[in-house]
């Protein structure tokens, strides 16, 4: 068995140890080499040729983003990030995934000796998923952890005529997600109909992401909350812990946020959305899902395809991860597989024929 071959960089020597300690638990994973700063890792990666680098963003010397932006620009390689929960560490990693790192890793800022094993399966998860981002589909599963399905949180319904005519987009994404909505959603105008988001994050991070999204974009873009008033114009990102629901009271949508269990081992939960939408927009809505590890939104946007909703899907080649995407082709679910770049001027021509 082909060993996935990983540096580890970082500063902090108990850091280094731990991760080599953890990822050698993966019998699929070796760590080649571990290096305290970005010049010593340039050397490494030059003489060990590893398939996956872990980076911490706070270094010595030169920092993570730099160093990250002069790896994608000479010698491109699938980086995982290794985050703290701040502001700080946000900002920084929503810098890195511009940059073209794979994916990040959120740290604990308190008792990180006695905490980093839980991070285990998820960052043996992340460099798997990293070292070939072009799979079809990375099943990533934590031991012990119930995979409830939607139903757990939003019960399912018979179709029903709704008394709206109210435009709604809905989106879900998860790993390589936070570039892909910026790029869709910069390219929306200010009048497009109003658009709910669920994207896998933390919830340290959920908040600047919908600031950062706001800074760049032609619509508001908010941190979701519960019970607000779902308008033309303005986009609704869900929290980090909890599902993001819509409603509706009569010819107005509603946010409702719900602390139900995790769907899909996610929460938020992209089928969830889903489904809501399902039940308060019906044909009003457009499902967008794009690119993410694992399946989670394949069988939400298979009920709204059923329902007469049109569907998209990100096609494999503009992914970084084809998993969600991946598995609602499977399903039967999508009726437009589109390259990113071409999604929003799709989501936009639908509207405008259903108008």
Not at 134 to 145: E, L, P, Q
Not at 169 to 175: D, K, P
Not at 310 to 327: C, L, R
């Amino acid at each position: 068995m082909k060993k996935i071959r990983v540096v580890i960089v970082d500063d902090s020597a108990l850091i280094r140890q731990m991760l080599s300690e953890l990822l050698a638990t993966a019998p699929d994973i070796e760590v080649v080499g571990t290096a305290p700063d970005p010049l010593i890792a340039r050397e490494r990666i030059k003489q060990l040729k590893p398939d996956v680098i872990t980076l911490d963003v706070e270094m010595p010397k030169m920092d993570g983003l730099t160093f990250l932006s002069n790896l994608m620009r000479l010698r491109p390689l699938p980086v995982v990030m290794i985050s703290s929960l701040t502001q700080k560490g946000a900002d920084t990693t929503f810098q890195a995934l511009e940059l073209g790192a794979v994916d990040f890793v959120a740290k604990p800022e308190a008792d990180l000796a006695g905490t980093f094993h839980q991070y285990a399966e998820e960052i043996i998860g992340k460099i798997r998923m990293a070292a070939d981002a072009n799979v079809k589909s990375v099943s990533h599963r934590k031991k012990g952890t119930p995979k409830y399905s939607a139903d757990e949180v939003i019960s399912k319904l018979p179709p029903r005529t709704l008394r709206t005519t109210e435009r709604l987009i809905a989106v879900g994404a998860s790993t390589g997600g936070t570039e892909a909505i910026k790029e869709l959603l910069s390219v929306m105008p200010a009048d497009s109909p109003a658009i709910v988001i669920t994207q896998h994050i933390p919830l340290a991070f959920s908040a600047p992401f919908a600031k950062r999204m706001d800074s760049i974009c032609a619509m508001k873009v908010f941190h979701a909350e519960d019970g607000q008033q779902i308008i033309p114009g303005h986009v609704y990102i869900a929290p980090g812990d909890r599902h993001l629901l819509i409603e509706r009271s009569g010819a107005r949508y509603y946010c409702r946020l719900n602390d139900g269990p995790p769907v899909n081992r996610h929460k938020p939960s992209v089928d969830v959305l889903f489904r809501s939408v399902v039940q308060h927009a019906g044909k009003n809505a457009i499902g967008i899902l794009l690119t993410g590890m694992g399946d989670d939104g394949a069988k939400g946007l298979k009920e709204l395809h059923e329902i007469g909703a049109p569907t998209i899907a990100q096609d494999e080649q503009s992914s970084v991860v084809w998993g969600m995407p991946g598995e609602a082709v499977k399903l039967d679910a999508v009726d437009y597989l589109l390259p990113l770049n071409q999604i929003a001027a799709k989501a936009l021509k639908l509207v405008a024929q259903r108008s």
